[in-house]
């Protein structure tokens, strides 16, 4: 039996699951999310608490034990608290800002590079070198995040990139000029 899938999920006010016909559906104050719940899984819903359980004890019925359980968490956690994730932007010269839906940053290419906000995702631009990614979807959120960071990746030499808010980046020796060498 899992670990993880062992555990209590506690529902906030305001909050409630159901589980029908194999789909969880989750509601709260920022929205409503689904889960399809494959497998010999149940979702017992106990008012202020939710249980997985196992149906079976076969190898597969144990990992998504864990894996919907964690997956039920993150929902109740989205539709009440919701997600963000933090970016920064270092470089010379290098800013963001928002024009409508759009994000558009000038990271070093000859043009400025556009991304549409996706549906379910709020982006801002808390200041000109810091980007804010927040939602109730905590993959989708973590998925925009890094296609953002995909555009310029930090480099290791003078650290131009955006990087996730606090994430370190191991900075590398230059080139040496080779002489005095024998």
Not at 18 to 26: A, D, H, I, M, S
Not at 43 to 54: D, F, I, P, Q
Not at 102 to 124: D, R, T
């Amino acid at each position: 039996m899992s670990r993880i899938g062992k555990k209590v999920i506690a529902v906030p006010a305001g909050v409630t699951v159901e589980f029908e016909n194999g789909v969880v559906t989750v509601k709260g104050g920022k929205g409503t999310l689904t889960l399809e719940v494959k497998g010999n899984i149940d979702v017992k819903n106990e008012g202020t608490e939710v249980h997985v359980l196992a149906l079976d004890e076969g190898k597969v019925t144990n990992a998504r034990h864990g894996l919907y359980r964690a997956l039920i968490a993150d929902m109740v956690q989205g539709v009440s608290a919701g997600f963000e994730k933090r970016l920064e932007v270092k470089g010379v010269g290098w800013k963001t800002a928002m024009q409508g839906n759009k994000l558009v940053l000038n990271v070093g290419f000859s043009h400025p590079v556009e991304i549409v906000q996706p549906e379910g995702i709020k982006l801002e631009c808390a200041t000109p070198t810091e980007i804010v990614v927040s939602g109730i979807d905590k993959a989708l959120v973590g998925q925009v995040a890094a296609d953002i960071r995909a555009v310029r990746t930090p480099e290791p030499y003078h650290g131009y990139g955006i990087r996730y808010k606090g994430e370190h980046v191991e900075h590398k020796e230059g080139k040496t000029s080779g002489k005095g060498k024998k």
